[in-house]
């Protein structure tokens, strides 16, 4: 019997991911059996219903209330970090759809199968829905507003309950929702990915990890293992796993780049979010310096709003700019297996979301050492002697150290495309170009990053 072979080994060769459910068959149970995978997911539940009833109930002011850190400071930056080593998995457990499930459960649903015109134009609505979160968000203080936050959350829940509703199974995760679009972006370069063995899927009759079978639901997302080709939409649940009886899923180690070579952004999904996703970090990192805020705005949200639309507007078109002149300078534009795509934006994709890692990272970070004394605060607690102050150099360090990899990683899809997908069509001139163009987008985040971090 061969030997298996070692984890490390996914990273050498990008065409031989790990099974790890092979390697370790209790995690296989883990999905099977779904007793933790419900415990972690009522935890979840417990803790989000707390973010609402407390921004909703509770103190106003924010350094009184810890739904804000819990939401923006633990929530935000725990799922950012999930998306690089998980993928979509996090969306298995995410709490938004849960009164939804509960509705259809108890036959409150119209269980309508989902439009045509919802499959086709559900990335244009989950996209500018993120787009409305993000300005939201920066124009009006939110992370500083404990209400506004829980209606926020409010918001997305009832859209998720009302497609359940009106849907079958969770047609807000597949089509509607922001957090899952960006979250499926995301999970295109994670260290994992969720893939059937097609050559035990070859003969199945029942396709239960679909339709479901002994009362068991199928995929949440209409998928089914055997359907599953890319990370943009699979939730990594487990439902196939329980459901299927050939033992066809697969939870893989890969070379994390590899489905971003493999698919080179192509995907409508990929081509909207990431343009906007880069140039609302640019313009987030810019509006948090002090100076820029006090020498445009009188601190009311009406100027906040203009503030950060301005930038919003300045920032988008500048990465989308670069992102066309790089696909000028690369030259190559068509792929003879897939059709056109933008070489830039699966070059990007690694700085886009270290980006979001890094500002969001640092909002905990600034605020970790009040969590306590709040905690406090709200309770009639005596903690405020817990507390301390992160260097103002450990903060840049960080974000800067999370940029810089993201940048390397962009540089190393580049160069497998130069190397592996097109050799010897494009110059090293056209190279050099687009090297630049990386290097130019990679100093823009730095000194974005230095104005709203550095001191």
Known sequence: MP???????????????VDLFERFPRLREFFRRRRLHAA????????FTFIIVSGLFGPQEPDRNVALFLAWGVWWPSVVLSWFVFGR???????????GRVMQRLGLSLERPVPRWLQ??????????????????????MKQWPRGTALLLLAILGGATLAAMIYRKQAWCRYLCPMGRITGVAATFALTEFRPDHEKCRGCKTFACKRGAGGVPGCPVYLGAFNVRNNLHCLVCGHCVMLCDRNSPRLNLRNPFNELILNKGRYITCSYIIPFLMGSQLARFVKMSPAVEDWFCSGTMACQMMLFSVLLFVGFHYVYGVI?????????????????????????????FAGELSYRLDFALVNAPAFLPTLGRQFGWDLVAWTFSPPQDLRLAIALGILAAGGLAGVYILRRFMTEEFQGMVSRLRYALVLALVGIMLASYVAAVATGVGP
Do not use: H, N, Q
Request: one cysteine or more.
């Open 120 to 141: 086709k134009t559900g990335v244009y609505w989950s996209v500018g829905l993120l787009a409305l979160i993000i300005w939201v968000e920066e124009s009006t203080g």
């Open 3 to 17: 030997p298996k072979p070692s984890l490390f080994s996914a990273f050498r060769d990008p065409e031989a991911p």
């Open 324 to 352: 066309r002149l790089g696909a000028r300078f690369f030259g190559v534009t068509e792929d003879e297996l897939f059709g056109r795509f933008s070489p830039l934006v699966p070059i990007f994709v690694p700085l886009a």
């Open 40 to 47: 972690m997911r009522t935890f979840g539940d417990a803790t």
């Open 89 to 99: 998995m996090w969306c298995g457990f995410c709490p938004f759809p849960g009164i």
